[in-house]
């Protein structure tokens, strides 16, 4: 079964209930990895997920407190690559590709892995990404949307982070006199049960809260056209350095927060996965 977007707009895909992926549920990350090192991210509604300090645990200590405090955050995604870490990203990638790869033209694919407690956040933000399917193996999630073409009224924050934008607002507490366009957004809300998938197309802005301790995985697709949101990404950091704003690099701010090596570790097992499979 092959599942289509024809129009970029969020599309919720219910009861999707992906059987092989239910073992990766928090008791069983806890059974057969809870003693592999996670760094985990301070993450609230308000700022960006490249400003806040990380801290390394083990899986188990990690689910033993991010119901008490939610504003740490399993992220795993682009540099981070945990499912690859612990030798499972062939087995996941598989089973998405069963139901969303149909598409010609594809340039790579990727996952990426979210743990949270109840309560925790992900603030408003857009994605370049060509392709992206947010999937809950575990819990419950809220969703809020909202089109580009309210840009003007999301308040982007004058930094740059490759492939992203951040909005100021906090989305759990709106500041309507000093975000007052805010009022006139369009916000479409989705709730995620376990088994539900979602299609988040690419330059719409959304945030997420976990309504549950929650797993997710977003599956993402790259085609050859998102060479050309590259490219204005180029163009959109030329544009910030020109005007003074603050520039993140993700693979610096990894290097100066995890020790080089913890690094050097990472890519030694993520090599010896992708030898084995």
């Given amino acids: 079964m092959f599942l289509y977007n024809k129009i970029e707009k969020p599309i919720i895909y219910k009861d999707l209930n992906i059987q092989n992926l239910k073992k990766y549920n928090i008791k069983n990350l806890i059974k057969n990895y809870g003693l592999v090192d996670i760094y985990v991210s301070h993450s609230n ?57 149909n598409y010609s033209n594809v340039l790579s694919k990727d996952c990426s892995f979210w743990l949270g407690g109840k309560g925790s956040t ?51 507490n709106v500041d309507y006199q000093k975000y007052p366009k805010f009022k006139d957004v ?8 376990s088994g539900d998938g979602i299609f988040i197309p690419k330059n719409w802005w959304h945030c997420v809260e976990n309504m549950d301790e929650t797993v997710a995985i977003t599956y993402k697709i790259f085609r ?23 520039i993140y690099d993700l693979n610096e701010i990894i290097k100066q927060k995890i020790p080089s090596e913890d690094l050097i570790k990472m890519k030694e097992l993520i090599n010896k996965n992708n030898e084995l499979n």
């Fill in 45 to 101: 509604s308000k700022d960006i997920d490249m400003d806040g300090n990380i801290k390394k645990m083990k899986i188990h200590e990690f689910c033993k407190i991010m119901n008490d405090d939610t504003e740490w955050y399993f992220k795993s995604e682009d540099e981070y690559d945990f499912l690859n870490i612990i030798g499972i990203k062939n087995v996941v990638m598989k089973e998405f590709d069963k139901l969303f790869d």
């Fill in 224 to 246: 050859y056209q998102y060479l050309y949101s590259k490219l204005c990404e180029s163009w959109r950091e030329f544009h910030s350095k020109n005007n003074g704003y603050k």
């Fill in 186 to 193: 369009k916000i479409e809300t989705y709730i995620l049960n």
């Fill in 122 to 172: 992900t603030g408003w933000h857009t994605d370049i990404d060509d392709l992206s399917y947010l999937y809950v193996i575990e819990g419950k999630k809220k969703i809020h949307f909202a089109s580009p073409k309210f840009n003007e009224n999301m308040y982007e924050k004058k930094i740059f982070t490759n492939a992203a934008r951040w909005s100021e607002i906090d989305f759990k």
